[in-house]
């Protein structure tokens, strides 16, 4: 079991971040922090993060999707309606170089946690505030979900526009909230690189609405990107019914035949000459208008063999394919297996778990996990009195509320 990783230094190694977040959208973001090398400390109020109660848990608290998203952080537990937890809180934001949080601007405000206020306290912090929506449009300071952002990105309405159910419906992933997480870290590391530069720190809000909408319009705005518009929205080729995994004669496999030679191999090795010939289908643009045809001829084919015979023949002519995975297979996948993605580790009060290893690999300053997932409040009493309270000062901070 891994307990620790690489000695070398992440490249935010010596960057100090205060996380005050929540569910997804937030903790990702930091969590990319933490694996980069920063110190990342976790303000939680109450019960803690709600992502510590969803799903089956060995130790209450600390369920699957918040220990996906937590680790290489501490815990510090702060009722920020005493008055001696909300100094601290000023407190740790002296020397931070990053102030992250997802709360709502007017719950900051009411703490006196305003942007202005905490500059006051330390003029050069970068203040990154993950929120719904741009508050400067009239939908600013309301309360935004996974949900109600795919609805309102249109992406809600994707599926319709392929199987023809006029009824809009959700991606089974809190994919708006992930994309926002990955905006929110490039974000803060961007302005860590200004302040590197110029040593000026500044307010960035990362808006969920506007993020995961430049993430789905990028191709779907399609064209109606001119004006007028020359045709529909929702790019051809991603929407067509017939896209979607092939049937083999044991399994599913994924075949993107995307260039014109990899339409006339696979379509010759399986007895289909002079595909390339017909006017539908003799240039790129010609193809993506009538991709669903060319995708319905596959799958018409790929019953004929199975899986592994269909690899070992895309692969020889080096056309994209992959076996499908399902969800419970994933982690048994070979390559996955041989870069040690899913990593055994060993948590000190949950035991045995797989940690998802970071994607980006640095050849000098690599990403590492170096501590696993806090319980609620672990860390609170080192990192107060790393602050200097003494032992009656921090038991008046992390006093319970009064009921």
């Known amino acids: 079991m891994s307990t620790s990783t690489n000695k070398k230094s992440g490249p935010l190694a010596g960057v100090k971040v205060i996380e005050m977040s929540t569910v997804v959208f937030g903790p990702y973001g930091g969590q990319i922090f933490g694996d980069l090398g920063a110190e990342v400390i976790k303000v939680e109020a109450g019960s803690g993060d709600v992502m510590r109660l969803p799903g089956n848990t060995p130790v209450k608290g600390m369920g699957p999707i918040y220990m996906a998203l937590n680790r290489n952080k501490q815990s510090i537990q702060l009722d920020l309606s005493n008055p001696a937890a909300l100094g601290a809180m000023k407190k740790l934001l002296v020397d931070a170089d990053v102030f992250y949080t997802n709360v709502r601007m007017g719950g900051l405000e009411r703490l006196g946690l305003s942007y202005d206020l905490v500059k006051a306290i330390n003029p050069n912090i970068l203040f990154v505030h993950c929120t719904g929506f741009d508050s400067d449009g009239p939908y600013g300071g309301r309360v935004a979900y996974d949900d109600v952002i795919q609805a309102a990105a249109g ?31 490039y974000a803060t590391i961007a302005a860590l690189y200004h302040r590197e530069r110029t040593g000026e720190g500044q307010f960035v809000e990362v808006p969920m609405f506007e993020a995961f909408t430049s993430f789905n319009m990028i191709e779907n705005l399609y064209e109606h990107t001119f004006e007028p518009a020359t045709g529909d929205v929702a790019y051809t080729r991603s929407i067509d019914p017939n896209r979607k995994p092939y049937q083999t004669q044991d399994g599913y496999i994924s075949i993107v035949p995307y260039s014109a030679n990899d339409w006339k191999v696979i379509m010759s090795v399986t007895g289909v000459e002079g595909i390339l010939e017909d006017p539908r289908f003799s240039t790129y643009t010609e193809r993506t208008k009538h991709i669903g045809i060319l995708y319905g001829m596959l799958h018409d084919i790929t019953p004929s063999k199975t899986t592994d015979e269909w690899l070992t023949l895309l692969q020889a002519n ?13 982690r048994h996948d070979e390559h996955l297996q041989a870069t040690g993605f899913f990593t055994p580790r060993e948590h000190p009060q949950v035991g045995s778990y797989y940690s998802i290893k970071h994607p980006v690999k640095f050849s000098e300053t690599p990403a590492s996990v170096r501590s ?21 000062e921090i038991a008046e901070i992390v006093k319970p509320k009064a009921q």
């Open 155 to 185: 992406f809600t309405d994707l599926l319709p526009r392929v199987d023809g159910n006029s009824t809009p419906r959700y991606v089974p992933s809190l994919i708006a909230d992930k994309t926002a997480g990955l905006h929110a870290a």
């Open 318 to 330: 080096t056309i994209p394919c992959m076996r499908v995975n399902r969800l419970d297979e994933v």
């Open 372 to 392: 696993d997932a806090p319980m609620l409040g672990e860390n609170s009493k080192n990192i107060l009195m790393g602050l200097g309270y003494d032992e009656a």
